[in-house]
């Protein structure tokens, strides 16, 4: 089974801090996704990674940055947290051959900046 | 831009009630469906997907959805919920010329299934 794990479940931090996320699947997958989930607005994509040290800006990508040092590790940045970056975060994986297009979610980092 | 729609936000039924969830897409060439199921406190997981072929795809515990191209609309069904149905659930899209893989995903739909 694919696993996909986070860093941490539940997480508090201050206005102004550097809060890292880490995402760490086990597959050998070279896609690695970034969402964030927020009530009634679904799952809307962050950054994404296809390969090591390469990166792609989702469709919100604004005031977070992404790093891809190793294949299995997909690091999440808020470079400087904001109230309005209180959320449910979700990283996911995806391989690239098979053509299955299924993507595998991890349990998800609920983030609170107080 | 590419956008998917899920018309119910909240929807409540009795156990053994028929279940239907809405999903609609804006995107005028191939994709590739899916449905994910969140669980309380647990992580997104994959119900069902649809690449090519039979437009009526099943999946897990019980649930099936249709493709229906002239509708861009990928509908999830159950005949028959039980309690333990109980989640959100999302509809997801990727446009098959992206290579990127990346999912567009609805807002979900919260199901509360009463004994």
């Known amino acids: 089974d694919v696993k996909v794990t986070q860093s941490s479940r539940y997480l508090v931090k201050r206005t102004g801090e550097k809060v890292f996320l880490e995402c760490v699947q086990d597959?050998?997958?070279?896609?690695m996704f970034w969402y964030r989930q927020d009530p009634g607005l679904g799952l809307r994509l962050i950054y994404f990674?296809?390969?090591?040290?390469?990166?792609e800006k989702g469709d919100i990508p604004e005031g977070y940055s992404v790093s891809r040092e190793k294949k299995e590790r997909f690091s999440l940045i808020l470079e400087s947290a904001s109230t309005n970056q209180t959320s449910m975060y979700l990283c996911?994986?995806?391989?690239?051959?098979?053509?299955?297009?299924?993507?595998?979610f991890g349990p998800g980092t609920r983030l609170t900046v107080t | 831009a590419q956008s998917v729609s899920q018309h119910n936000h909240h929807v409540i039924l009795s156990e053994a009630a028929s279940l239907e969830l809405g999903c609609n897409y804006s995107?005028?060439?191939?994709?590739?469906l899916f449905w994910y199921v969140q669980y309380p406190g647990q992580h997104l997981q994959l119900l069902l997907k649809?690449?090519?072929?039979?437009?009526l795809v099943k999946g897990i515990k019980g649930f099936e959805a249709e493709f229906i191209k002239s509708k861009f609309s990928f509908n999830l069904r159950k005949p028959s919920v039980q309690w333990s149905d109980t989640a959100e659930y999302f509809c997801?899209?990727?446009?098959?010329?992206?290579?990127?893989?990346?999912?567009?995903f609805g807002s979900g739909t919260r199901l509360l299934v009463r004994p």
């Open positions: 996911a994986s995806k391989g690239s051959s098979g053509g299955t297009y299924e993507q595998y």
């Open positions: 597959m050998d997958h070279e896609n």
């Open positions: 990674s296809y390969d090591v040290k390469m990166k």
């Open positions: 995107y005028g060439g191939t994709v590739n």
């Open positions: 997801a899209v990727n446009p098959r010329m992206d290579s990127s893989y990346k999912l567009i």
């Open positions: 649809y690449f090519s072929g039979d437009p």
